[in-house]
């Protein structure tokens, strides 16, 4: 028979474990819906009408993506973790909830196809070329980002592993550089994800509300400085010479 402690971490391994899966499940959606362009058929009747209900639609949806992603990292959440003493499991929760509510927001985005701004041939393949290399470049970077600034903690796996191991939380450990950058940053790939938001070969006015709300919603909290870029550089360099010596 188990007893409670057993229980308690065989639930936070499963609950971890979860949330990676998801997580990994819902990149893979993010970057199909962000970098595969869409075939759009236009409104048959009232474009309009069609038209402003989507945007509605979508504006709810990226509205309350918004509000999960700010409530959950809001310090008063993280002290409410603490205080029932499930601080180790707030890192999965907080992925685990933002995996599925952009699946919710993927499934049930509505396309624009009677209002776009511009539509460019990918046929041509020069422009073809440039579109896949923009995006391929941003999505590395984005990855690259997160596996300098520790993925295995940012999916709250370390955590728990930490927990197990009765060893002290790993963000006790972390530098002042690392806290620093933490605090000063929405995301470890801002540019990276305005190029992928805005080079899009058909920008349709979903796309544009989309890239404008989320452009500026990581904007507001990217306050980036020269230690901050320092300590990434090193980071990575530190990184890549590991990946060498291997």
């Not at 685990?96 to 041509?124: D, E, Q, V």
């Not at 999916?155 to 963000?171: C, E, R």
């Not at 690392?178 to 796309?207: E, G, K, V, Y």
């Not at 904007?219 to 550089?233: T, V």
Request: charged share 15%; with cysteine.
């Amino acid at each position: 028979m188990l007893n409670t402690l057993q229980i308690s971490r065989l639930f936070q391994l499963i609950l971890s474990g979860f949330g990676m899966l998801t997580t990994f499940y819902m990149i893979t959606e993010l970057t199909y819906f962000l970098s595969v362009p869409q075939k759009l058929e236009p409104y048959l009747k009232e474009p309009e009408l069609m038209t402003s209900w989507a945007l509605l639609t979508n504006m709810m949806l990226l509205s309350l993506f918004i509000l999960q992603h700010s409530l959950l990292s809001s310090s008063r959440v993280k002290e409410a973790f603490e205080a029932s003493g499930f601080q180790v499991l707030h890192r999965s929760v907080y992925v685990m909830s933002t995996s599925g509510i952009l699946l919710y927001l993927l499934r049930h985005w509505k396309s624009t196809p009677s209002a776009i701004l511009w539509a460019f041939n990918l046929n041509y393949k020069p422009l073809w070329w440039l579109y896949v290399s923009i995006h391929t470049v941003a999505w590395i970077i984005i990855y690259v980002g997160n596996i300098c600034c520790d993925v295995t903690e940012l999916l709250g796996i370390k955590q728990v592993y930490y927990n197990i191991m009765n060893l002290p939380d790993p963000n006790l450990r972390k530098s002042k550089q690392w806290q620093r950058l933490n605090n000063h940053i929405r995301h470890p790939s801002f540019l990276a994800f305005a190029l992928i938001f805005w080079t899009s070969p058909i920008m349709s006015f979903d796309r544009i509300l989309l890239a404008v709300i989320l452009t500026t919603y990581m904007y507001i909290a990217w306050n980036p400085d020269g230690s901050d870029y320092d300590y990434q550089k090193y980071q990575f360099e530190r990184k890549h010479f590991r990946l060498d010596h291997f």
